[in-house]
């Protein structure tokens, strides 16, 4: 699989408003910020700053962000970060451009007690492109970082970008995004576009895209290539305006490394954001987990046929599927076993079937096994003392570097590794599980 590097930019609580008009309840919006600062996410754009409410409908508070509701939503994961993500929300320059600029208004949000760096993105269509300069150099000189979001970029020309990449090379944005306002463009517009405004401005690059086509992944995939550490907006689920966004699920997986941040993220945490976006924000859940395990079918390279066996079983959980797929290894991810879903559905999905014996066994040694680097390195003389003294022993892993001869015990909770490890088949020591 190609690496890519880029940083993660989660706009859903900003992007995934046009479905629900910004009424985010506080508890989901803490809920997801979390799982994405546990995910690595590199930016979190946490909604809109409109200057008033609409005439035909009553917008939700992610509409209107405020200093103390930027306040309320950080969580202790989002302090705890080192680094720290971004945070931040976006304006559009066409609603501000005819009121006076208020610096008391902006400076509400700079808190120097604030270990967070906020940033504001400012989205406006290329023909304001000198405005929202202006604007930009405002936000900048207050304390903001500031990112300028150019919309409907399928409209420009390639002169046109030249133009106005020439424009931002002394300008006050720390990046600057191209966004597929409309879904229509392709990957190979994407780059190219892309790569002329990156040249002629010598600015950091950003693409936002929507799924119109079903090129929303593939067309963020191909503006991470522009250069390292392109930023690439997701939202969860891919909520959004329209057809939705690229998902950051899809980005989570594909991101092989960024600059600033771990973006190895614990699979648990991982898991973790795709249960809370079925629940929270898929439209239709059940298409929305087929989805993801067929994703972490592909992320575990496995044959295709284990993640259509799973989606038979209705009680699976996605952690039970994920811990299943990422059990499989050699021969078991390329070629489909069915004893295995067998298995697992037998010790793992249906715990009801199983009982339990009591052993009064007197053992005068017994020898326990954990993992370590000594074990390597004392395997032979190890291995000799257990055979000289006919130690029984136990290992807590099923991997140790100890011949199997030489145990005669494995203590092993979770039995998909029972199966990846060809323990029942393979040969007769004693397995001590709860599912075995």
């Known amino acids: ?30 809920s997801l910020i979390d799982k994405l600062v546990s995910n690595s996410i590199d930016a979190i754009e946490v909604g809109f700053l409109f200057p008033d409410q609409p005439k035909d409908k009553v917008l939700g508070r992610f509409a209107f962000i405020s200093p103390e509701q930027l306040e309320r939503l950080t969580c202790s994961t989002l302090e705890a970060a080192s680094p720290p993500p971004f945070f931040g929300f976006m304006v559009n320059y066409s609603d501000f451009k005819e009121l006076e600029f208020s610096e008391p208004f902006w400076r509400r949000f700079i808190s120097p007690e604030s270990k967070l760096e906020p940033f504001v993105r400012v989205a406006t269509q290329v023909e304001e492109l000198r405005g929202a300069l202006t604007f930009g150099e405002h936000l900048q000189r207050i304390g903001f970082r500031v990112m300028l ?14 133009k106005s990449g020439l424009r931002l090379r002394n300008s006050p944005f720390d990046r600057i995004y191209l966004a597929d306002s409309i879904g229509s463009m392709d990957p190979i517009e994407v780059r190219k576009k892309l790569e002329i405004l990156h040249h002629t401005s010598g600015l950091p690059m950003g693409f936002h895209g929507h799924d119109n086509f079903g090129l929303a992944l593939a067309n963020s995939l191909s503006a991470s290539q522009v250069h390292d550490g392109v930023w690439i907006d997701g939202t969860v689920t891919g909520i959004g305006r329209g057809a939705g966004n690229t998902k950051t699920e899809n980005l989570v997986t594909m991101r092989t490394t960024t ?3 771990d973006s190895d ?4 945490h991982f898991v973790d954001l795709c249960k809370f976006g079925n629940s929270n924000f898929a439209s ?14 592909a992320k575990h390279f496995a044959h295709p046929n284990y993640a259509l066996a799973l989606l038979k079983e209705p009680d699976n959980s996605l952690e039970q599927n994920w811990d299943f797929l990422s059990s499989l290894d050699g021969q078991s991810k390329s070629r489909y076993q069915e004893h295995k879903i067998d298995l697992a559905t037998s010790w793992y999905l249906d715990r009801s079937a199983h009982s339990y014996e009591e052993v009064d066994e007197k053992v005068d040694q017994f020898m326990l096994l954990g993992p ?15 055979h000289k003294r006919e130690l029984r022993t136990g290992s807590l892993s099923a991997n140790l570097p100890i011949e199997r001869e030489f145990v005669t015990h494995y203590f092993i909770c979770n039995p998909l590794h029972i199966i990846k490890n060809g ?12 599912w075995y």
């Open 149 to 162: 979001n150019i919309m409907q970029a399928h409209t420009l020309n390639d002169d046109l970008i030249e």
């Open 284 to 297: 239709d859940k059940e298409s929305d987990f087929r989805e993801k395990v067929l994703m972490f079918s």
């Open 259 to 261: 600059s600033e941040r």
């Open 265 to 268: 993220a614990n699979p648990k």
């Open 372 to 386: 370590g680097h000594s074990l390597v390195e004392y395997q032979s003389e190890l291995q000799s003392f257990i």
């Open 1 to 30: 699989m190609h690496e890519y590097d880029f940083g993660i930019l989660d706009c859903t609580l900003r992007d995934g408003g046009y479905k629900n008009d910004w009424h985010f309840s506080q508890a989901t919006a803490v």
């Open 423 to 434: 323990i029942r088949d393979e040969f007769h020591s004693k397995v001590v599980s709860p």
